[in-house]
């Protein structure tokens, strides 16, 4: 299954991310960018994307799609280690404070509450002497919409230490 709104090849995606990595943040929160989105402190990009599953969410078709994500997001995962060294896995909702008995539903920092609705558990890259970490996921918005390779840079300072 070819899936449409790629990017292209990993090298194609990493270029992608690189140039995310070197442009400065958007000043205006969601900020259409040529890559993808992004505001103060943030930009996100889709780097591949299956098909919608409204017509046919069988489950062959799903695991295929999760099956190509999968591949590309492993090739790019030994890339960013191979750069950067092994990934920290950030547990958002426990750093969000979303885990908490007394969570004030307050606004958390970009683009990490944006992801946290996505997966719970964020491998982040930190970028040396930028200030900046890169994020890699595969998410679904719900379970009819498109599976979706993202890649997340932001401000090293909204992760824990």
């Known amino acids: 299954m070819s899936l449409p709104h790629s990017v292209g090849s ?3 995606q ?3 991310l690189d ?6 943040f958007p000043e205006r929160a969601d900020t259409r960018t040529e890559h993808g989105w ?3 402190g943030h930009q996100l990009a889709v780097l591949r994307a299956s098909r919608d599953f409204w017509d ?3 489950p062959e078709t799903v695991t295929e799609a999760e099956d190509e994500l999968e591949t590309d997001l492993t ?3 030994a890339v960013l280690t191979d750069r950067w060294g092994a990934p ?3 547990d958002l909702w426990s750093h969000l404070g979303y885990d908490q008995p007394d969570f004030a539903d307050t606004d958390g920092p970009e683009p990490l509450v944006s992801l946290a609705s996505l997966v719970f558990h964020l491998p982040v890259w930190r970028v040396p002497s930028t200030g900046r970490w890169v994020g890699l996921i595969i998410g679904q918005a719900d379970r009819e919409f ?3 390779l993202l890649v997340a840079i932001g401000e090293e300072s909204c992760l824990p230490r």
Do not use: H, K, N
């Open 10 to 12: 990993v090298d194609d």
């Open 14 to 16: 990493l270029s992608v």
């Open 19 to 24: 140039s995310l990595l070197a442009a400065p």
């Open 38 to 40: 992004g505001g103060p």
């Open 56 to 58: 046919d969410p069988g």
């Open 75 to 77: 090739a790019l995962t």
């Open 88 to 90: 920290d896995t950030i």
């Open 146 to 148: 498109p599976l979706e």
